[in-house]
């Protein structure tokens, strides 16, 4: 039987994952032609609802989270889910980012790492 923390983890990267592969699918599928010509069907394709259909098991994985942990952890952990996506639109997409957007990232990235040094339930 695996520990409650490495269920968690898995639990968030499962999220994660979903988000970054959620985000992908939209993506590729705003680009191409919907079900029918009037909205909101227009937006609507296999690649989009398979999105679509990818984000509501990442919620689910997300709200398995937030049973086992508070909600300002949580989201503090799942800040990283944006750089995975700007990583995922350059590396997968071949998107180009800028380097005032990397050095964003940076930021941002910076700012998860003093917030893991964070101890644990809110503590200062």
Excluded: D
Aim: glycine share 10%.
């Amino acid at each position: 039987m695996i520990s409650a923390n490495i269920a968690t983890a898995l639990l968030i990267v499962a999220s994660m994952a979903c988000t970054v592969v959620g985000n992908l699918l939209l993506k590729l599928g705003s680009g191409e032609a919907g079900v029918s010509a009037v909205w909101p069907l227009n937006l609507l394709n296999a690649k989009t609802l398979l999105g679509g259909l990818v984000f509501s098991l990442a919620m689910v994985f997300y709200i398995m989270v937030l049973k086992r942990t508070s909600l300002n952890l949580a989201q503090s952990i799942f800040a990283t889910q944006f750089v995975l996506v700007i990583f995922a639109a350059h590396f997968v997409l071949g998107e180009m980012i800028g380097p005032y957007r990397w050095l964003g990232i940076g930021f941002i990235a910076a700012g998860l790492f003093i917030i893991a040094l964070a101890p644990a339930h809110g503590a200062s």
